[in-house]
């Protein structure tokens, strides 16, 4: 059974960063890919960014690319991402995601979903 556990969200304001980290439990962390996604209130769940088992190729949503960087850490079983230069519009609560079934950016490519960990940039 695999958990994940998210930490690192915050209010910051507009043009701020934070670092959202989540910590896996579970021996298929190393060989799964990890994803990113986010759900405003009153809005869908969507991808914001995927990384590799091997962290060697990562994808992002173009609402996200150029300010968000996703990283893995294989041996702390952690997932990382980075978000500089937040916008309002950032505000959400953000989920990471395990896939064993490959690399992808829809929601049905994942198999386990944290709790999520909510982020709030002010203007």
């Known amino acids: 059974q695999v958990q994940l556990v998210e930490s690192g969200g915050g209010l910051v304001q507009a043009g701020g960063s934070l670092r959202l980290s989540c910590a896996a439990s579970?021996?298929?962390?190393?060989?799964?890919?990890m994803g990113w996604f986010r759900q405003a209130p009153g809005k869908e769940r969507e991808f914001v960014a995927v990384?590799?088992?091997?962290?060697?190729?990562?994808y992002y949503a173009d609402s996200v690319k150029g300010r968000f960087t996703i990283s893995r850490d294989n041996a702390k079983r952690t997932v990382y991402l980075q978000m500089n230069s937040l916008k309002p519009e950032d505000t959400a609560d953000y989920y990471c995601?395990?896939?064993?079934?490959?690399?992808?950016?829809?929601?049905?490519?994942?198999?386990?979903w944290g709790q999520g960990t909510q982020v709030t940039v002010s203007s």
């Open positions: 990384i590799n088992w091997n962290g060697g190729s990562t």
């Open positions: 579970g021996r298929t962390f190393s060989s799964s890919a």
């Open positions: 995601s395990l896939s064993r079934k490959g690399y992808g950016s829809s929601l049905r490519d994942y198999d386990y």
